[in-house]
């Protein structure tokens, strides 16, 4: 028994470890890394992303590379892991807004990142597979490093936190009160006011 999902019913998945129909679906990198290794990533979450003061996902990438092994090609992974994981933040919080308008955009988005993200999840694991520096380094030059110059682009060229629009705005607030009046047992004007203000405006 692992609590209660955002309808109330109770879930047992507690000792599932992977979620496959989630993981071949993913439509962005923290979704598919959500949905692999699943009791893994949330204790990689609950030690170290969630109490480290500075730069939490390069910490916490850097864990896990530490945690897999000694190989160059575990590091080489999880560095560019963590490259491509802030680079696809950027990019969802800067143009994921304009998709959500009709319900065609978002399914035409949502292809778009499914593609993406699973040609970047091959590119980010070929060096856990080849786990040395040679190996590792003969592939991205078949690639001529073209990923890694785009990640660092967009990281560097987008906004890193641009402003939600209104109507998400409503959806997140809506959604976060929802989870406090269950877990609270009430609804009250209170929660709605605490939800508002404590919520930390981020697109996932």
Known sequence: FSGYDSRGNPRWDLVSNLNIAKVEFATSLKMF???WNIQTALWLKEVCYDRCPFNPTLVTFFLSAIWHGVYPGYYSTFM????MTLAARTVRNNLRPHFLVSPTRKAFYDVVTWAT???VVSYIVAPFVLPFVDS?????RTWYFGLHIIAFILILVLPKKPSCTSKEQKLLVTKQTVI???CNGQQNG???VDSYQNHQMRID
């Open 33 to 35: 890394i959500d949905n």
């Open 180 to 182: 406090m009046h269950h």
């Open 80 to 83: 560019t892991g963590m490259l």
């Open 117 to 119: 993200t699973q040609m």
């Open 136 to 140: 590792s380094i003969k592939f991205y």
């Open 190 to 192: 209170r929660a709605l």
